[in-house]
């Protein structure tokens, strides 16, 4: 018999276990996730057979087994949706530009490293190790490293079997499943070839500092759809230590919806074929880095909205989101249908995870004039949400707008993308928005 649990959970009790699990994992509970959250607590309750929160909750703070414990919390709220190859653009772009790039460096040493932080179950590191092998046919005389890492005991225990139902199977080239699987009563067992190229260890990204024996000197850094659960603090510490644990000459690779603009202005994006990653700042060469446009001294205010706008997008750059929102009010008072200053304003709460507030911005831009970039971000929002329909309708837009209008360039908040890059990015982001609707109907 179970005990019986309240089944609401109080906002005192919502604020005290959302803070906790922040402090110590960087997951991020608002109020959209509330649910997801207390259906965990009443998991872990019922089979420690508690009847309070409040006691389940000085069981993971004070209990000789907390962090055991708060390990089998993680494995329960920690999302481990993924396959093989996702958002298979960066995969290529890892086979055209990066791993040869990195193998003519290493050429002396032929050592490579490569971590898939928050690699769930398995899928990442292992396709990374696929791209390995077809870069590297003298891989025997190499010394690769893929670690990968993750917060879910459970996802590691499957990562480290390598046994995969149909559905994360769904992007794999046929010559990857008939050379690297074997299907035995409808399931697919990773070949002990690529399992062995891959290590998996438990890594909390949040935890600081990061054993610099350990962590340090990546050539490459995987870390996709990961931060997208974190509050801005945490995000800005994770990506500050990918930077100290990343090799100078290295590549980061984040997730499409994850823009490390007013982050961080140690990296800058670098074009790869149809996909990006981010470089260190002080290494990208000047053709291929994000080329910031002349700002204003940040002491002269200006008149022009326009000018305000230059000086705001200074202060975003820096940090300063309050100084740079306030100047976007002041230009909205000087030119109330002025669309650029609701689309900073959009992009300043999205760093900070005020998506509410970003999509409201968003939405204002597209009362104003047309635009793609706002649509894409309004379809992030909602993706990152969990609001499927409202995602696809958005991407859609986007795409429909991409062809009435033919943009040649983005703007200025378009960072230099080509359009035609963005048009494919948002086509992806549409397929794998409609995959997770048929999934959920399934």
């Known amino acids: 018999m179970y005990p019986k649990i309240r089944p609401d959970l109080s906002d005192e009790e919502f604020a005290l276990f959302g803070d906790f699990i922040e402090r110590n994992s960087g997951l991020h509970f608002g109020e959209e996730r509330r649910d997801a959250l207390r259906i965990a607590l009443v998991s872990r309750m019922s089979a420690l057979e508690l009847t309070e929160y409040r006691e389940y909750y000085e069981r993971l703070t004070w209990g000789p087994d907390r962090e055991a414990e708060f390990r089998r919390l993680l494995d329960i709220l920690t999302v481990n949706e993924t396959w093989f190859f996702r958002d298979r653009a960066q995969f290529e772009a890892l086979r055209s530009h990066v791993l040869p790039e990195i193998a003519r460096h290493k050429r002396d040493t032929r050592t490579i490293r490569i971590w898939s932080a928050g690699c769930s179950t398995g899928e990442e590191p292992y396709s990374i190790a696929m791209v390995v092998r077809d870069v590297l046919p003298d891989l025997g005389r190499w010394k690769v490293e893929i670690l990968g890492t993750d917060v879910s005991e459970r996802a590691l225990r499957d990562a480290r079997r390598g046994v995969y139902r149909p559905r994360s199977l769904k992007e794999l080239e046929e010559r990857y499943r008939r050379r690297y699987f074997e299907e035995r009563g409808g399931l697919f067992h990773v070949s002990e070839e690529i399992k062995g190229m891959v290590r998996f260890e438990y890594f909390n990204l949040i935890f600081e500092p990061y054993p610099l024996s350990k962590m340090k000197g990546w050539d490459i850094i995987f870390c996709r759809n990961v931060t997208i659960y974190f509050k801005l603090r945490s995000t800005k510490r994770v990506i500050h230590n990918f930077y100290l644990s990343l090799d100078d000459l290295g590549y980061l690779f984040v997730g499409y919806s994850e823009n490390l ?91 900070m995870g005020e998506t509410g507030r970003a999509s409201e911005e968003f939405r204002r831009v597209l009362l104003l004039r047309p635009d793609v970039l706002a649509r894409m971000y309004l379809g992030d929002i909602y993706r990152e949400g969990g609001l499927l329909g409202p995602a696809a309708r958005e991407y859609e837009m986007a795409l429909r707008e991409f062809e009435e209008h033919r943009p040649r360039d983005l703007g200025r908040f378009g960072d230099g993308y080509p359009p035609e890059l963005v048009y494919r990015i948002c086509q992806e982001k549409l397929k794998g928005v409609r995959r997770a609707m048929a999934g959920r109907n399934a």
């Open 261 to 351: 603009r007013f982050l961080t202005d140690k990296f800058r994006p670098v074009w790869l074929g149809d996909a990006w990653a981010y470089r260190k700042r002080e290494v990208v060469e000047p053709r291929m880095a994000e080329r910031p446009k002349p700002k204003p001294p940040l002491q002269d205010a200006g008149e022009s909205p326009d000018e305000l706008i230059c000086l705001a997008e200074g202060h975003a750059d820096a940090g300063r989101h309050g100084e740079a929102l306030r100047l976007c009010e002041e230009a909205l008072k000087k030119d109330p249908t002025y669309a650029d200053a609701h689309f900073l304003k959009g992009l300043i709460y999205k760093a």
